[in-house]
């Protein structure tokens, strides 16, 4: 795993986006795995001003997201389909047939989770897949406990995170308990795994997952199972490492030849 510890959000960012833009250059049909939330947000604004600014391309890029709330329509503001909308795919060039999200208002939501897998399946797999971290340690919506091997699938919110999400909507009363969410073990098959987290509300969980065993109490601990995981945090983020300078010497010492 690669920590990588910056000064602030907007460094993280422009680092995440540098990295997708590489990615898309290379590989203009590349896959992306979406996340939502606040931690997102400055990269899908950065690639929203490389496309704008210096014809950055999506075109033939096609996406999968990582979670959605049952019963929420999808034109619904809050869905986590209107949200990558607003903030990514209605301000880049993608073309909006590419960008698939799970369906949480199926009439038989486990065929839609196996459907949804043999979909991500037929387009050859994720290439970089995004990911904040919950306060409680959750990736995607696989809270504590989530088996280590899960598909995409139900799950059901804690109350950490109906409380942290709650922001989003007019009270916690509002926010949807069940989720879809693609399971740990779907988003281990990503072939790059970029996790950003910012902030020092987020310094806990972080540590939690990069420093602590690995055990389904904190998913995001999974992360040390994958061959390419790299966690993007600010300093505040980082302040609960116990390694953080040799993750600081490491990067500052990277091989030129050693990819991102
Ligand atoms: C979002 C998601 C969640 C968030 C996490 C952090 O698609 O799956 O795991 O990444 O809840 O949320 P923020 O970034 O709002 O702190």
């Excluded at 696989?142 to 109350?159: G, H, M, Q, W, Y």
């Excluded at 007019?170 to 072939?191: C, F, K, M, N, Y």
Aim: charged share 20%; proline share 5%; hydrophobic share 45%.
């Amino acid at each position: 795993m690669e920590i990588v510890i910056l000064r602030d959000a907007a460094d993280v960012a422009e680092y995440v986006a540098d990295c997708i833009e590489r990615l898309v250059t290379a590989r203009p049909d590349a896959v992306l795995g979406l996340a939502t939330g606040s931690s997102p947000l400055g990269v899908y604004a950065s690639l929203a001003r490389r496309h704008r600014d210096a014809g950055l391309s999506f075109a033939q890029v096609r996406a999968f997201q990582l979670d959605e709330y049952i019963g929420l329509p999808p034109d619904h503001p809050e869905s986590y389909r209107s949200f990558v909308a607003r903030h990514f795919s209605d301000v880049v060039d993608i073309d909006p047939a590419n960008v698939h999200v799970p369906d949480g208002c199926a009439a038989d939501v486990t065929a839609a989770c196996a459907a949804y897998e043999a979909l991500m399946r037929e387009a050859g797999g994720v290439d970089l897949q995004l990911l904040g971290i919950g306060a409680d340690g959750h990736l995607g919506f696989n809270e504590p406990t989530s088996s280590l091997a899960s598909r995409t699938r139900v799950k059901t919110l804690t109350e950490q995170t109906l409380l942290d999400n709650a922001r989003f909507f007019g009270s916690i009363d509002e926010v949807p308990r069940h989720v879809v969410t693609q399971g740990i073990g779907t988003i281990l098959e990503a072939r790059h795994l970029v996790l950003i987290a910012t902030g020092v509300a987020k310094a806990e969980p972080v540590a939690r997952a990069v420093e602590g065993p690995l055990a389904a109490i904190c998913p995001a601990s999974a992360l040390q199972l994958h061959p390419h995981a790299t966690v993007v945090v600010d300093e505040a983020a980082a302040s609960k490492l116990t390694l953080a300078d040799y993750y600081r010497a490491t990067f500052a010492n990277k091989p030129s030849w050693q990819h991102s």
